[in-house]
């Protein structure tokens, strides 16, 4: 690919100093995908594979101009927000991204760590559901996080969706509802965009190495938008490459520990078992 045509995609998030999660996580899938990453930097944590030991959120002004500089200068072609921390800085990124309106922005909303360490203040759920969800062209939440934002109970599939409409409702233009922190040998992931679902499903990997997660499916989402993929194609080949490097990923760490990111993001012959509903 040439230079001039190497698309740019922005992640706006907190640092993870344990390399999984968070910024470091985005930027090696934007890179896995063939995407040049920027950043804005929300919140700086002491983080490991154990747990989240301190957090420190940056000054709102720095956070917005962090993304002002960045997209006049760079162009990313998609956007995404992961831990935001605080309500100041949520309100802030809500407000410098509405002046660029028309480019796809995907909300992984962040509220609690693999660990179960909360990151984000209670304030600033608020603020995402008012500000952030309504701009967003797919919301990520995972179980615990659909139901805080839904204040629904969310139980297997047919409770993701009704989660994943709640979230249309509220303004997005699609929600995906992951499954990876529920029961039983599938993990399903549920997909409704206000007329379509959709429903991916795999094989449970039994393994503690799922730090980063949800960091690296929607950075992998806003790649793929990045370079002009479709929405629901950009969430399949998302989804694929997440399964393949938590399949792939090594040994780290005494905790949670983090994925693969050096895997493919194509899979080959054989290396994806996806049983699409």
């Not at 992951?178 to 039994?206: C, L, M, Q, T």
Request: glycine share 10%; net charge neutral; hydrophobic share 45%.
């Amino acid at each position: 690919m040439h230079a001039r045509d190497l698309p740019v995609a922005l992640t706006i998030a907190g640092s993870d100093s344990g390399g999984g999660a968070g910024i470091q996580a985005d930027i090696k899938t934007f890179q896995a995908f063939g995407v040049f990453g920027t950043s804005a930097l929300t919140a700086i944590t002491a983080q490991d594979t154990v747990r989240v030991h301190r957090v420190h959120p940056l000054e709102p002004e720095l956070v917005a101009e962090q993304i002002r500089v960045v997209m006049k200068d760079l162009s990313p072609t998609a956007v995404k927000t992961g831990m935001l921390a605080t309500a100041p800085v949520t309100a802030i990124v809500a407000d410098t991204l509405a002046v660029w309106p028309l480019i796809p922005y995907v909300l992984d909303p962040v509220l609690v760590a693999s660990s179960g360490d909360r990151l984000m203040d209670d304030d600033a759920v608020g603020v995402v559901k008012s500000q952030l969800v309504p701009r967003a062209v797919l919301v990520t939440p995972n179980l615990h996080e659909a139901r805080i934002l839904t204040g629904l109970p969310v139980q297997g599939e047919a409770g993701q969706l009704e989660a994943a409409k709640a979230l249309v409702r509220l303004g997005a233009k699609a929600a995906l509802v992951k499954g990876g922190h529920g029961e039983g040998s599938e993990v399903a992931d549920v997909f409704w965009n206000g007329d379509r679902e959709r429903i991916w499903r795999r094989p449970r990997i039994h393994t503690r190495s799922t730090h980063g997660t949800g960091c690296t499916l929607s950075a992998a989402v806003t790649a793929e938008l990045a370079r002009g993929t479709q929405l629901i194609e950009a969430v399949n080949r998302a989804l694929s490459y997440v399964w393949r490097a938590i399949y792939e990923a090594p040994s780290l760490g005494r905790g949670l520990g983090p994925l693969n990111h050096f895997v493919p993001s194509r899979p080959g012959p054989g290396e994806d078992p996806v049983r699409p509903g």
